[in-house]
T-cell receptor
Framework: DAGVIQSPRHEVTEMGQEVTLRCKPI?????LFWYRQTMMRGLELLIY????????DSGMPEDRFSAKMPNASFSTLKIQPSEPRDSAVYFC?????????FGQGTRLTVV | GIQVEQSPPDLILQEGANSTLRCNFS?????LQWFHQNPWGQLINLFY???GTKQNGRLSATTVATERYSLLYISSSQTTDSGVYFC??????????FGTGTRLQVFP
């Protein structure tokens, strides 16, 4: 398996624009997580899904953030409208059981 | 929620030295993992160790669940060990909570 695949790897966008981050989990994994990493706040869990169902979205910072998992092999994290303070590295991870495997992340810069 | 504290925050070593990284957590957990984030940002899982001791090459980890801490040992450090080491825990859910990390720099 190729591991967790995220796209794009880098994204630069202007304030106010919509941003969509994509994730393909490892085949067969039943849990999927979205994390955000910043210098100030470290690694924060935004939302996680189990069997494609959102279980806990308490980490989603604002209504501007939304996440979907339409099927077991794909998830999106959308920010609309984006703001400079959303600049961060966004990681997707998947697991089956306790081991969590991370993608390479998407570095988002909002100018 | 569970609080996860790691120490030291920064560690500078010369190649060949040994080190111990510590992770304290505020509540009982049934999932504890150690990760290494390399200088390119990739997060790599090292150990799943909610209790007991495990070893993998030059790395080993011990978790004392009753006392709510875990230790990561790195022996004969190499420059490729540089990066940030994270401890992450979960209690009764899949929701992994990460500590603040220990930044390790190994110089030749």
């Amino acid at each position: 398996d190729a591991g967790v695949i995220q796209s794009p790897r880098h994204e630069v966008t202007e304030m106010g624009q919509e941003v969509t981050l994509r994730c393909k989990p490892i085949s067969g994994h039943n849990s999927l997580f979205w994390y955000r990493q910043t210098m100030m706040r470290g690694l924060e869990l935004l939302i996680y899904f189990n069997n494609n169902v959102p279980i806990d979205d308490s980490g989603m910072p604002e209504d501007r953030f939304s996440a979907k998992m339409p099927n077991a092999s794909f998830s999106t994290l959308k920010i609309q409208p984006s703001e400079p303070r959303d600049s961060a590295v966004y990681f997707c991870a998947s697991s089956l059981g306790f081991w969590a495997f991370f993608g390479q992340g998407t570095r988002l810069t909002v100018v | 929620g569970i609080q996860v504290e790691q120490s030291p925050p920064d560690l500078i070593l010369q190649e060949g030295a040994n080190s111990t990284l510590r992770c304290n957590f505020s509540d009982s957990v049934n999932n504890l993992q150690w990760f290494h984030q390399n200088p390119w940002g990739q997060l790599i899982n090292l150990f799943y160790i909610p209790s007991g001791t495990k070893q993998n090459g030059r790395l080993s980890a011990t978790t004392v669940a009753t006392e709510r801490y875990s230790l990561l040992y790195i022996s004969s450090s190499q420059t490729t060990d540089s990066g940030v080491y994270f401890c992450a825990v979960a209690r009764n859910t899949d929701k992994l909570i990460f500590g603040t990390g220990t930044r390790l720099q190994v110089f030749p």
